[in-house]
């Protein structure tokens, strides 16, 4: 079935402007876009006439593609706005690790988990990069929940064995083990559209005997990776200091640490955050093709500090856009994207850099974000409406008196700064309305 859909289309498959069509049609075949037209021609009209297709009039709505947070924690979901007047150890330390030890109790999951998929669902974020904890079977109560939600993420078994309390620590084989049979139940799972990652929560929280053996996992069984890197100052101190004997001659970095174990790029990576990338760190980032998740919220809350943006951008590093709760405070990715914009705002006045433009950072929600989707499944591309991208979309409509005198790219700015869950009419997620 051919469906025709009508509206103000609006994607980037560039990052350097918006396009758009102001009530025209998007032509979707199953799941796949095919193409916008100004008008329909007479094999479309034909179509309509014979029942081969179906016209969906979202005349003066915006259509756009879905959100996609490229770096979220599950379980922090309800400790957003919790204890942000700390800096990062000492929030993960006095918080985020009393909270997670809670999952040991799967009852506790399963009041916790649908609420934040529903959230995930309602603010339109239908693809995702998921950490868990490192229960499983809590980790199975967030996979259950995304997959009633038809949802799309990466999902990942987290790994410590060291710097955390006595009820998160796992010894390197329990790690190990535990993770390779998440790994094989998700990939068992018939029907989903969720992937596993390897997730070790970040350098410190790992010796290297972990790391290394979970090089060797994502090797064999070509799982992707993601992690944290270059979050602050105090942190990549910390990972020099208790790496030192693997470090020295030409590895000097936080990213060798990750490179040297086989989790740098490997198989498909994204670490998140990079605030501080050294200039080794964009040289192993950018010949290893590894995405940073920036998340501009939690840095902020955080007081992390503020990404160099366009200057990553301009590097030609694959900078994505995550919302990093619960450091982070909202799962709305268009507040994050505002955010970014806020961030390389305060960049420029304070240091000059060029300033990030309202495309840009649109690219990085959605087809940048999806970028990394399509490293880890390549016989999909995800992210705009072009000819043989998913059809994953937005239908949105402010209920907003000034609505209808705004222009549509008015409008996606007006819901960027200040749209609402309910201004999200409809979701779409591979032709499927969810």
């Given amino acids: 079935m051919i469906r025709i859909f009508k509206g103000c289309i609006i994607h980037t498959p560039t990052k350097d402007k918006f396009e758009i069509h102001e009530n025209e049609y998007l032509i979707v075949e199953g799941s796949i876009c095919d193409r916008i037209v100004s008008s329909l021609d007479s094999s479309l009209l034909q179509a309509l006439e014979s029942g081969q297709a179906e016209l969906l009039d979202f005349t003066d709505y915006l259509i756009i593609p879905s959100f996609i947070d490229l770096h979220l924690h599950a379980p922090q979901y309800i400790q957003m706005g919790v204890g942000l007047h700390l800096p990062l150890i000492d929030w993960l330390n006095q918080y985020t690790f009393k909270i997670e030890e809670r999952f040991a109790d799967v009852n506790y999951a399963k009041k ?75 990939e068992k799972k018939e029907g989903t559209k969720l992937v596993p990652i390897i997730t070790p929560r970040f350098a410190p929280s790992c010796t290297y005997d972990l790391l290394k053996g979970l090089g060797q996992m994502a090797a064999i069984t070509n799982t992707p990776v993601q992690s944290h890197l270059c979050e602050t100052k105090r942190e990549m101190d910390w990972v020099k200091d208790l790496f030192k004997e693997q470090l020295g001659g030409d590895r000097t970095s936080y990213s060798d640490v990750y490179h040297m174990t086989g989790l740098l790029g490997q198989t498909p990576t994204v670490m998140a955050h990079g605030v501080y990338l050294e200039e080794r760190d964009i040289q192993l980032c950018k010949e290893n093709q590894v995405w940073i998740a920036h998340c501009p919220t939690s840095n902020n809350n955080l007081s992390s500090g ?105 409008q996606l700015q007006r819901f960027l700064y200040c749209g609402e869950k309910k201004s999200i009419k409809k979701r779409f997620l591979e032709g499927v309305e969810l």
């Fill in 306 to 410: 503020i990404m160099p943006l366009t200057k990553y951008l301009d590097m030609g590093l694959s900078i994505g856009l995550g919302s990093d709760i619960g450091a982070g405070h909202t799962l709305a990715m268009n507040q994050v994207m505002v955010s970014a914009i806020e961030n390389g705002k305060m960049r420029h006045t304070l240091f000059g850099d060029r300033m990030i433009m309202e495309s840009e950072v649109f690219y990085m929600c959605t087809k940048g974000n999806g970028s990394f989707f399509e490293a880890v499944d390549s016989e999909k591309v995800i992210g705009s409406f072009e000819k043989g991208s998913m059809f994953d979309a937005l239908i949105i409509q402010e209920e907003h008196p000034v609505s209808g005198s705004l222009t549509p790219l008015e």
């Fill in 112 to 186: 916790c988990y649908p609420a934040f998929v529903k959230e995930l669902y309602d603010w339109g974020s239908l693809r995702s990069v998921i950490f868990g904890t490192i229960h499983n079977e809590s980790n199975q109560v967030l996979v259950e929940e995304l997959d009633k939600k038809g949802l799309s993420a990466l999902v990942g078994k987290v790994n410590m064995n060291r710097f955390t309390t006595i009820g998160l620590t796992e010894t390197l084989h329990q790690s190990l083990d535990k993770t390779k049979a998440f790994i094989d139940n998700l």
